[in-house]
């Protein structure tokens, strides 16, 4: 494989993953596992003479919306696993079916774990393999989880997993690159690495779950770090098998509504989620709003939070990305997408309605009743002694509640302050506390006060 052969990768920070576009040599392009926005993919293709030629999927994806439909109606063939029962059309490859790319080789490998219908794509040249794409079956110091199919079927997956990677992968040569969709930053696996790539040796000296001495230990040892996942997972796969709605790689925009129009959608069941940064909702917003910030985790956490079946409509203030904001909540399959406040909460506050605002200390002095709604890991990994834990997504659920007694004041913390606002948010339309959010996180108050931070045991 030649230098113009080497995979191009397209990360999503937010999500954790990553696609790639391999160069044909042809003047055609191969895209692995891309994601809704098709624009991303041609732009990096035209800007390398290429067209795309071939999208190929690995598994029904749980956590985005797969963007070979997209490409597909732009001329590209797409090639995924028969067992998927994708509806749209598409080549369905089965283990060991190849496919003739100019003059290198695609070969399927049937590696389920992750999901039932999962495939590796082999990249050969010249029967030489020179690039493995592992989907979730092998990622940089990980693997995928197994438990988003049925909980019935967690460890029967998983089982299968072990399988796979010491049937089909890593009987494969040390040098091979390794190119997975899952990373650092992904609900679909924990890799506590940043590193997006690897070779089959790599993880054959360094991977934990590879070093596991039998089929049982590596089961006991990936079922034991399974950490919360967002509910969106659970619908995503079949939104992929049957094939999303086509929206073009254009920009997209969000309808601008009046005030009285945003109290109208309110009325009628609709979500309001204020995108701005964290001190501008902090300043003002519009009861019963939930604070998302904008930034590459907003789609996670939309996803996370709100109702997909409910029409959703956003706060914003100048200078922030729209078509981001637009394309996250597409990318989590959200299609409800009512619109923005037109002149954002000085339009808001100019027709006399009413306004709620937050408190912000700082985390060095947080103080009280301290709430810390990071994932379960981070809290184990050091907080503030004493403080109380809820997972932000826990907080979504009708009934939940952070301590015992509603009335008494609380500081709410995770790492920065993002993820706080939010949790605030959500407690603020419980009503009954008062409530502030801390900018910061654990070590910032670990320093400043000379003292360790409580480690669980």
């Given at each position: 494989m030649g230098e113009s052969a080497i995979p191009l990768l397209l990360v999503n920070e937010g999500l954790g993953n990553t696609s790639y576009l391999v160069d044909l040599?042809?003047?055609r392009a191969l895209v692995v596992d891309p994601e809704r926005d098709p624009g991303p993919y041609l732009a990096a293709a035209e800007a390398r003479g290429l067209t795309v030629a071939y999208t190929a999927e690995t598994h029904l994806h749980a956590d985005f919306v797969s963007g070979s439909r997209e490409l597909a109606a732009r001329g590209a063939r797409v090639l995924a696993p028969a067992a998927g029962g994708i509806e749209f059309g598409h080549r369905g490859l089965?283990?060991?079916?190849?496919?003739?790319?100019?003059?290198?080789?695609?070969?399927a490998l049937a590696t389920p774990g992750?999901?039932?219908e999962h495939l590796a794509y082999l990249l050969l040249d010249g029967g030489r393999p020179v690039a493995l794409f592992s989907g979730g079956s092998l990622l940089?110091?990980?693997?995928?989880?197994?438990?988003l199919i049925d909980p019935a079927r967690t460890e029967e997956l998983a089982r299968a997993l072990w399988r796979s990677l010491h049937e089909r992968i890593l009987g494969l040569?040390?040098?091979l690159p390794v190119y997975p969709t899952h990373g650092a930053g992904s609900f679909c696996a924990a890799p506590a690495g940043t590193e997006r790539t690897t070779t089959i040796g790599a993880e054959r000296a360094g991977n934990p779950l590879l070093a596991a001495p039998s089929e049982d230990a590596f089961v006991r040892l990936l079922l034991g770090g399974l950490g919360s996942y967002p509910p969106y997972f659970l619908r995503l796969r079949e939104v992929n098998r049957q094939g999303p709605a086509l929206y073009g790689p254009g920009p997209a925009a969000l309808a601008a509504l009046t005030a009285d129009d945003l109290r109208r959608l309110l009325g009628a069941g609709a979500t309001l989620v204020d995108a701005r940064p964290v001190g501008s909702f902090a300043a003002g917003h519009v009861p019963g709003a939930i604070s998302i910030a904008l930034r590459p985790a907003f789609g996670t956490w939309l996803g996370w939070l709100a109702d997909p079946d409910r029409p959703v409509a956003f706060v914003l203030e100048p200078g922030q990305d729209r078509a981001d904001l637009v394309r996250q909540a597409r990318n989590i399959g959200f299609e409800r997408l009512a619109g923005e406040l037109a002149g954002g909460m000085p339009a808001w506050e100019s027709a006399g309605l009413p306004v709620h605002r937050t408190r912000l200390v700082p985390a060095t002095e947080a103080s009280g009743t301290v709430l810390d709604v990071r994932q379960a890991a981070e809290y184990q990994a050091g907080h503030l002694p004493g403080a109380c834990h809820i997972e932000l997504g826990a907080?979504?659920?009708?009934?939940?509640r952070p301590t015992r007694e509603d009335r008494e004041p609380l500081t709410v913390m995770c790492g920065?302050?993002?993820r706080a606002m939010t949790a605030a948010s959500l407690l603020a339309r419980q009503g009954g506390r008062d409530l502030a959010v801390a900018i910061g996180g654990p070590g910032d108050w670990a320093?400043?006060?000379d003292q360790p931070l409580e480690i669980p045991r």
């Open positions: 040599g042809d003047r089965r283990d060991g079916d190849e496919v003739g790319l100019c003059g290198l080789t695609l070969r992750h999901t039932p940089v110091g990980a693997v995928a989880r197994t438990d040569p040390d040098g907080l979504a659920r009708p009934g939940a920065h302050g993002e320093a400043a006060h």
